[in-house]
């Protein structure tokens, strides 16, 4: 994690901010994830009967995937913070898009990239930055998030 003085925040627009460990997501994960949300679709939570479909077993939720978000995060050695930040907090999201399952037993890890940096109120800034979430050994990432963070110094 970098912190970075405010002035030269800009500067780290258009880089990247690292990539994280990579992660398993085993089916006890996906299992209590179910468990957390009510979401026992049988895709998710039905071994034999997953087996039945393209996939060939089970699959983590979308949402579970996007959830690890914040702790993938963490991991990021070049993640870029204001500097004297005293707190930050989940903004939203402005996209989300889930392009690829993953797989029970699949590793994921987030990779980031810095896309803006606005001074919403003095000492208060919204960092806006395209996350995507690689499913390791595939091509194509789990899913795609332009996440928003609003940092406090």
């Known amino acids: 994690m970098k912190s970075v003085d405010a002035a030269t925040l800009q500067e780290y627009v258009g880089k990247p901010m690292g990539a994280s460990e990579w992660f398993q997501i085993d089916q006890e994960r996906i299992n209590a994830f179910a468990d957390a949300t009510l979401d026992h679709q049988f895709i998710h939570v039905d071994v034999e009967k997953a087996k039945n479909t393209p996939f060939g077993g089970t699959i983590a939720h979308g949402f579970l995937t996007l959830s690890l978000l914040p702790y993938l995060q963490s991991q990021m050695s070049e993640l870029v913070i204001p500097a004297g930040l005293k707190m930050g907090m989940n903004y939203g999201f402005d996209k989300i898009r889930f392009l690829a399952p993953v797989k029970t037993g699949a590793k994921v890890r987030a990779v980031a990239t810095l896309k803006e940096v606005t001074e919403k109120n003095p000492g208060q800034f919204l960092f806006s930055a395209e996350y995507s ?15 928003l963070l609003m940092y406090f110094v």
């Open 133 to 147: 979430i690689e499913i390791e050994g595939e091509s194509k990432p789990a899913l795609i998030a332009d996440w």
